[in-house]
């Protein structure tokens, strides 16, 4: 090197110069949303939180759980963001904090009966939280599966049941496919497979330790105007 040059720096990964700092430490204070992933209907299509449209998703699924969602105006009524007049964060009992709470349990709720929006369908929202962990991301996923498609996760979830297999230690593929209803409207339905079984003791305790940690945030986030249900 010649006397008055000037080493360059040696660039580096976002990542590896992440490690010098706290990440914890950088969400005290801070309401840790969980980035959402959206479904395009129509194109049969994942819309990933930074607006990337993907055909699959890859992960592995930390948690599974029910939410149910009623609001007394529709979305075009109230042009959107207002959060559901009675919830529950188990999918069974209404939340004590619902500002019109329906009844003492779901399960017998009169809006949460098949006819009750008018039609076929429910007029409580009847849906499952799946929260995905992707290699590289330091915060799960949160896919919110609508009515449509809560036996697809049933079936999925049951049959790695059926082998002794917790959906914990499976790398799920998430894709979409068009289908129509009994009233001839398209939507895409989800279709998931077993991408791969995690085998080592060491990334079975990794992936135990993530889920205890983000247990409360998964299950505990209120439901939003925005989450697609």
Known sequence: MAKNEVAKAEPMAVSEMGEMFDLKE???GIEARLPQIKIIHQAQLFEMPDGKKVPQVVGTILDINRVNAWWEESFEQ???GSPPDCFSMD???PD???GKKQAEECPGCVMNQYGSDGGRGKACKNAKRVH???DGEMLPYRLT???SNLKAVDLYVSLLTSKATPYQLVRTEISLKKVQNKDGIAYAEMVFENAGVIDTKE????IKKLRDEFMITMRGQAIKATEEM
């Open 203 to 206: 990334e079975a305790l990794r």
């Open 91 to 93: 999918g069974v009992t």
């Open 145 to 147: 599966v609508p009515p």
């Open 132 to 134: 995905i962990m992707q």
């Open 96 to 98: 004590a904090f619902s």
């Open 78 to 80: 109230t042009g959107g």
């Open 26 to 28: 950088n969400m005290v």
